[in-house]
């Protein structure tokens, strides 16, 4: 747990010494603050991984400084430190997110404080760890599949994200947008720097430009000190700004400066920042039209359109669903404490055959129903929600209709795809056209169908049967 940074806030000075003096001792990097506003600010300047904080403090006292930590630094992780033997302020505490407590001037509390920091830090690890895992797998399952489609993404990613060029990146929503970016960050030469995001479809104006730019201290009403934007923050690594097309006009503008001489001013400042960012951006939308009907900057499109990556919905590499629904169902089958062996036929045809308007997000929440609400150890259709079982028939991208076709050839197609559905089982397709059997069996010998299913294999012995 060595270089782990460690944080000290009390106002007795002897307390914040002694605690210094141990945990240095342990290896730990340790700062310290009198009181609760010098240590925000303190957390301001540099990330800790860790706050030791006295529950009585004067001004802003200890719970106050918590959920102001909670708030503002998530990450850090928070144990308080109380002289009080106040149960009802430790389990405060802890209900608003302290890890633990200590209880200063015991005889035990020097091998208690090196024991709860451990754990403590351990406990941060462990959750890190987790949420690393978790995305690594979300990413994975993302970029599963081995269709064209995605074949060709992979190379593009693969081609470009080793350049400095701007990328923007296009799809439909849960295709996979922000795993694009990401890797074209990682498999960058700023692997190593930081990666920023900001959604332009989460804030409005005023708010987005103090988010990209940043601002300094009495710039408007309520600007308390001097904040950093996304562009600062993102330097020497990757900005993503995810959903462009949402931005205002008048701030694309400002943003196309950005683009084409790296540098910026902070809301409220004369100065000028340079900075070495490199920009990708995503968006759901046909910026062409939006750029045509006056919403977007034709510059500014021009700029951000450098490299066009271009992502496939779900229903154009339907041939990546099994893949997608064996990792999903492995993947919540462990988090739910549960053995699935897989699908059953007909789900499995469900899944195949519905349009996934939600692209991959959509499927990754269907599956994961599925498997918290089946009771055995294979998913069936009725795991599923009845959106996918609205209609008798399955979605198809073609009906094969033409204009000028005659009746008879729309008949035969409704009659093939029909048995194709219900995977050659005449009385089951001659229920659903509401025909009997035996005009199902005549009308396959007119087609001369009965004699090519059973040369290419798909429905042969009893699944047509010869006799009515």
């Not at 033997?85 to 200590?102: D, T």
């Not at 701007?166 to 970016?181: D, F, P, Q, R, W």
């Not at 035996?438 to 798909?458: I, P, Q, S, V």
């Amino acid at each position: 747990m060595a270089n782990k940074r460690i944080l000290v806030v009390d106002d007795d000075s002897y307390v914040r010494e002694m605690t210094e003096l141990t945990l240095t001792r342990k290896g730990y990097e340790v700062g310290t603050a009198p009181e609760a506003r010098s240590a925000l600010a303190k957390l301001e300047d540099g990330d800790y991984d860790l706050v030791l904080s006295d529950i009585k403090m004067p001004g802003m006292d200890g719970l106050e400084l918590l959920e102001a930590i909670r708030t503002r630094a998530p990450e850090t992780i928070v144990v308080m430190i109380t002289a009080h033997a106040s149960i009802a302020n430790a389990v405060e505490a802890m209900q608003k997110g302290a890890y633990s407590y200590i209880q200063k001037g015991s005889d035990s509390t020097v091998a208690e404080l090196e024991i709860v920091v451990e754990r403590a830090l351990e406990h941060q690890e462990t959750k890190r760890e987790n949420r690393r895992l978790r995305s690594e797998l979300h990413d994975k399952s993302e970029m599963i599949g081995k269709s064209r489609n995605m074949e060709q993404v992979r190379d593009l990613i693969r081609t470009v994200a080793d350049t400095r060029a701007t990328v923007l990146i296009t799809g439909e929503s849960g295709t996979g947008k922000e795993l694009v970016a990401r890797a074209l960050h990682y498999d960058s030469a700023r692997r190593n720097g930081p990666f920023i995001r900001l959604n332009c479809a989460a804030l409005p104006k005023d708010l987005m430009e103090c988010e990209l730019f940043g601002h300094e201290k009495g710039a408007f009403t309520g600007a308390i000190k001097q904040t950093r934007g996304r562009f600062e923050m993102a330097d020497g690594g990757t900005l993503l700004l995810d959903e462009i097309s949402e931005i205002d006009l008048g701030l694309q503008a400002k943003l196309l400066r950005v683009l084409q001489e790296r540098e910026f001013e902070r809301i409220g400042s004369t100065q000028t920042l340079k900075v070495d960012v490199r920009i990708l951006a995503t968006t759901n939308r046909d910026l062409q039209k939006e750029v045509e009907e006056g919403n977007f900057r034709e510059d500014l499109y021009y700029r951000l359109n450098v490299i066009d990556v271009p992502l496939p919905s779900l229903r154009e590499r339907k041939e990546d669903i099994p893949a997608l629904v064996k990792f999903f169902t492995a993947r919540f089958s462990q988090e739910n404490g549960k053995q699935i062996e897989g699908l059953s036929h007909e789900a499995d045809e469900l899944l195949m055959n519905y349009d996934w308007p939600g692209n991959i997000r959509e499927l990754e929440n269907y599956i994961e129903r599925a498997v918290v609400v089946t009771r055995g150890p294979v998913l069936v259709s009725e795991d599923f929600p009845r959106k996918l079982t609205a209609g008798p028939y399955p979605a198809a991208k073609d009906d094969g209709l033409q204009v000028g076709m005659t009746v008879a050839e729309m008949e035969r197609r409704l009659i093939m795809k029909t048995l194709e559905a219900c995977q050659g089982n005449r009385t089951e397709a001659a229920t659903k056209l509401a025909i009997s059997t035996r005009t199902l069996r005549n009308k396959l010998h007119e087609y001369g169908a009965m004699d090519a299913f059973k040369e290419n294999g798909k429905f042969a012995g009893e699944l047509l049967p010869e006799s009515a």
